[in-house]
């Protein structure tokens, strides 16, 4: 009798229905190889600013290493409650409407397992973060793909949103500024998908924790200011890629409180609390950490302009994205499929990025690229990737 085979006969179907992330495979083939560039994994490549790791220093050398409250300090809560109110004029009670998580990506599991019953639908815009569909699926429901065009610069409409609505339909998930794409949606956009929301009476879960990195003079759309839409509307934010706090771990969701209500009952029998130190280092960065974020957005924004231009001198056009830190460049003019293409540029040429593929069917024909590397490793990376689509277009 195998073992191995015992045991996968007894894993739960909805975990063996699930694939491993894209993402994560192309960075640990890279992690073997040298003289690789990584444009691959979504992590800015600044450290966290000083003042803010010695918020945690000063916390630990006074002793702060227990548990906190289960929704998180009251300091963050209300840190977090007064950075809304002042940048988006949208108003959270802190003892009510926010929940304090182990990142963003519990967050999304937590408001997942909360909201869906076995069935339910979300409607999920593609391409999109591979995490999407797997919590939905996690949770019970059904993830509802919604392609989203590149000939409108990958933006959501409503019309394209109606084709797929259903009875069933429960929950609208967008995440913008887009990973995998870069794309931002205005104002405008998002009234029109407001009114969907609002039409069809669905939840609408805004993952935006790309919020603060917006280019080109685009300010970001806090979903949930709209009109009529706090009360529909769950975010999700976190400290990770502004703020350069990918291994700290912290995140937070708002919204009403019945859902943070549910979605704590979950966290306390899961995580319990994220960690103090954590937590402290988010209230220094909320208090005194724009100044540095900026500077960190403003680099962001001359590597964005630097590969764009890159990839469009070399022929591989794609639209100018004017948020987060990613690139989507359309690689079918080689003849490739998306996953031919990242593993043939690695072994050829040792540039590391993650096939389009990974993010929903409607992403294949393109690849992710991150800039969040320093502009020496950009300009070598785009002169090795110009010299692999010279050489090597499949015949």
């Not at 802190?94 to 408001?111: F, K, N, P, Q």
């Not at 609505?165 to 995998?180: A, D, E, F, W």
């Not at 962001?300 to 990839?311: C, K, N, Q, T």
């Not at 072994?347 to 969040?372: I, K, N, Q, T």
Request: contains cysteine; aromatic residues 10%.
């Amino acid at each position: 009798m195998k073992t191995e085979k015992v045991f996968q006969d007894r894993l739960s179907p909805a975990v063996q229905s699930i694939k491993p992330s894209g993402i994560r495979k192309f960075f640990d083939i890279a992690a073997k190889m040298e003289d690789v560039i990584s444009l691959g994994v979504g992590e800015p490549d600044f450290v966290t600013p000083w003042p803010i790791r010695e918020s945690c220093v000063y916390g630990l050398e006074q002793g702060y290493t227990s548990y906190t409250a289960n929704r998180g300090l009251p300091e963050l809560r209300e840190e977090i409650a007064r950075h809304y109110a002042d940048v988006y004029e949208t108003h959270y009670d802190a003892a009510t409407d926010i929940l304090v998580t182990v990142g963003v990506s519990e967050a999304l599991d937590l408001a997942m397992r909360a909201l869906l019953a076995p069935g339910d639908e979300v409607l999920i815009p593609e391409p999109c973060y591979v995490s999407y569909q797997a919590c939905t699926i996690l949770a019970g429901g059904i993830p509802v793909a919604v392609p989203a065009k590149q000939k409108n610069e990958f933006r959501i409409t409503p019309a394209e949103l109606e084709e797929h609505v259903t009875p069933r339909t429960k929950v609208l998930l967008i995440g913008y500024p887009n990973n995998p794409t870069g794309a931002i949606m205005t104002r405008e956009d998002l009234l029109a998908i407001a009114d969907f929301a609002q039409k069809h009476d669905l939840i609408v879960i805004s993952d935006e924790i790309y919020g603060d990195l917006t280019y080109g003079g685009e300010a970001h759309i806090c979903f949930s200011s709209l009109p009529h839409m706090q009360e529909r509307t769950l975010l999700l934010n976190g400290f990770s890629k502004a703020y350069a706090m990918t291994g700290w771990r912290i995140g937070y969701a708002l919204g009403a409180p019945e859902i943070i209500a549910a979605m704590t009952k979950i966290h306390q029998y899961t995580m319990l609390c994220a960690p103090i130190t954590a937590q402290l280092a988010a209230i220094e960065a909320l208090r005194h950490g724009e100044k540095y974020m900026k500077k960190m957005v403003a680099e962001y924004d001359r590597r964005r302009r630097l590969i764009y231009e890159g990839f469009m001198k070399m022929g591989l056009n794609c639209f100018e994205p004017k948020g987060a830190f990613y690139i989507f460049p359309d690689i079918t003019s080689t003849g490739y499929t998306s996953e031919e293409f990242a593993e043939k540029l690695l072994e050829a040429e040792h540039v590391a990025l993650v096939p389009g593929s990974a993010f929903g069917d409607c992403g294949e024909g393109h690849v992710r690229c991150s800039y969040a590397t320093s502009v020496d490793k950009i300009s070598e990376a785009l002169a090795r990737i110009e010299n692999f689509v010279r050489h090597h277009k499949k015949a």
